[in-house]
């Protein structure tokens, strides 16, 4: 899964004046324990991309949340594959383009 974070100038600039921006986002990820994570800006706001292994739709508030009530943060989902699931998928896409492909 990819999760794309952004977080509030607001909320962030107070969060980097008290110092709980880096220790914050430290112990998030922590818990998540992500396969990567990438910061930058984007629109002129703190952003994160955090791929991770998501098991099962209902463990989205465990990982959301965290962000919604720590840092005012917008959350957004996307599905992701690594290499080997894209692999593991070659079946059906081959099944599908037999079947559907003009």
């Avoid at 986002?25 to 990438?38: C, D, H, N, S």
């Avoid at 706001?45 to 009530?69: C, H």
Wanted: without cysteine; positive net charge; glycine residues 6%.
């Amino acid at each position: 899964m990819f999760m794309k974070v952004t977080i509030p100038v607001e909320a962030g600039n107070a969060a980097a004046k008290k110092r709980t921006l880096g220790p914050t986002i430290g112990k998030i990820l922590g818990e998540m324990k992500p396969e990567a994570v990438y910061f930058g800006a984007e629109n002129g706001q703190r952003t994160g991309y955090i791929f991770f292994d998501m098991k099962n739709p209902s463990d989205i508030p465990a990982v959301a949340e965290p962000w919604f009530l720590a840092l005012n943060a917008d959350v957004a989902f996307q599905p992701a594959m690594k290499p080997e699931d894209l692999a593991a998928a070659a079946p059906a896409i081959k099944k599908a383009a037999k079947t559907y492909a003009r």
